[in-house]
Nanobody
Framework: QVQLVESGGGLVQAGDSLRLSCASS????????MGWFRQAPGKEREFVAA???????YYLDSVKGRFTISRDNAKNTVYLQMNSLEPEDTAVYLC?????WGPGYSVQNRLIYDYWGQGTQVTVSS
């Protein structure tokens, strides 16, 4: 069983930055593909960013150039650095982990993820 715990959310103003962290209890963290998703009230859960075993990264178009995902396998932690935050970024941000890979297992697809954290709230005021 893998447990994921997010931290780092908060209330900020537009243009500010936040760094989210997701700590994993799994012993095989380095073999997981890790993703960040977000969910705003009344909206579908949305892919934000993901990082593979070799640290290849993927981003939602609207966050490219503003958000950076990274991982520290020694600390079993994945990060999401969020700069130039906008009110539209307001949501609960959730960390997820998957062992699936290959054709048909796109990191943008929330259904491929095996484990999820509880989420951390990010609120951006205008």
């Amino acid at each position: 069983q893998v447990q994921l715990v997010e931290s780092g959310g908060g209330l900020v103003q537009a243009g500010d930055s936040l760094r989210l962290s997701c700590a994993s209890s799994g012993r095989t963290f380095s073999s997981w593909r890790m993703g960040w998703f977000r969910q705003a009230p009344g909206k579908e859960r949305e892919f934000v960013a993901a990082i593979g075993w070799t640290s290849n990264t993927y981003y939602l178009d609207s966050v490219k150039g503003r958000f950076t995902i990274s991982r520290d396998n020694a600390k079993n932690t994945v990060y999401l650095q969020m700069n130039s935050l906008e009110p539209e970024d307001t949501a609960v941000y959730l960390c997820a982990a998957t062992s699936k890979w290959g054709p048909g297992y796109s990191v943008q697809n929330r259904l491929i993820y095996d484990y999820w954290g509880q989420g951390t709230q990010v609120t951006v005021s205008s």
